[in-house]
């Protein structure tokens, strides 16, 4: 593949996931709450997935049950955890905010890998941190005027989306030596939708997938913004150092912002349009250096 279309490739999955807020806002609409939502797209990514690696990859549906541990910890802690406090956020304040929010997630990989994995603190990663507290602080509009219209819960959930987002690269590090990026996404995916239906009460409400546009919604929910999304980003990623990847990722928050303004009447000043570009360039700093050796790819919205 050329390198022209791995950009494409890469652009294109980064995109896919970008448009979620498009596909979420009618599950809203129709009086699913965020844990169904997260529901929703864990059980019809997880049927996608097993059908597409079944038909196609089906050698690397192979694991050692030991693994199961780490897909249900990444599954439940991180992806079950990550995907609800997003869809709040993106429910209580826009999908605007609660993107730039979860893209402190590189940060929180920063300082975890610091602390498990002694992957060393530079004087880039340092500014990458402190240009995203100051990202942050505009974006919730703590800076500059000193207070903020969201409650201190709501900016709460949207920095711990953040945090479970980056718990995911933690938990399956030790095995992507072992397995495809494809196959940890689907044995992830399986555990985080038998937890959700376990604890969600999407049952009660399967007759409203009567509903076109609730069932259009879901498979493109599913579909758009997590399969073809993680295959073409992967896709890239194999012709691509993981750095230049990783900085094109950061294509996600600004179609999603874009997708917000446009169509799902979110409103920004100034202040919090200075705060989404700090927040995206501290994610460029932290990744920009890392080494080709370690091709990962960041964990999508």
């Not at 992830?188 to 259009?216: A, G, H, I, N, Q």
């Amino acid at each position: 593949m050329s390198r022209a279309r791995a950009y494409l490739f890469t652009i294109a999955g980064a995109t896919a996931w970008g448009l979620i807020g498009l596909f979420v806002a009618p599950l809203y609409e129709h009086g699913f709450t965020a844990w169904e939502v997260v529901a929703i797209r864990g059980v019809f990514t997880f049927i996608m997935l097993i059908i597409f690696m079944s038909l196609f990859f089906r050698k690397q549906l192979k694991t050692r049950w030991q693994d199961h541990l780490i897909f249900a910890a990444a599954g439940i802690i991180s992806i079950a955890f990550f995907n609800y406090f997003y869809f709040e956020v993106f429910s209580q304040a826009g999908i605007s905010l609660a993107v730039t929010l979860l893209y402190t997630g590189p940060i929180f990989v920063t300082l975890l890998s610091r602390i498990f994995f002694k992957e060393p603190l530079t004087k880039r990663k340092v500014a990458a941190l402190i240009l995203a507290l100051l990202g942050c602080a505009f974006v919730v509009e703590l800076l500059p005027f000193g207070s903020s219209n969201l409650s201190f819960s709501l900016i709460m959930m949207g920095i711990l989306s953040g945090f479970f987002y980056a718990l995911y690269s933690i938990f399956t590090k030790p095995i992507t030596h072992r397995y495809s990026p494809l196959t940890i996404t689907t044995y992830t995916f399986l555990y985080t939708s038998l937890f959700m239906l376990l604890t969600s009460d999407l049952r009660s409400k399967l007759y409203l997938f009567r509903e076109p546009d609730v069932l259009t919604s879901s498979l493109l929910l599913a579909f758009v913004s997590t399969v073809c999304g993680y295959i073409f980003y992967t896709t890239g990623l194999k012709h691509l150092e993981a750095s230049r990847a990783s900085i094109l990722a950061t294509i996600e928050p600004i179609v999603a912002v874009i997708t917000g303004v446009l169509f799902l009447n979110d409103v920004l000043n100034i202040f919090q349009t200075v705060g989404i570009i700090a927040v995206l360039y501290s994610a460029v700093l932290v990744t920009e250096k890392r080494t080709k050796t370690t091709q990962k790819r960041p964990v999508h919205s």
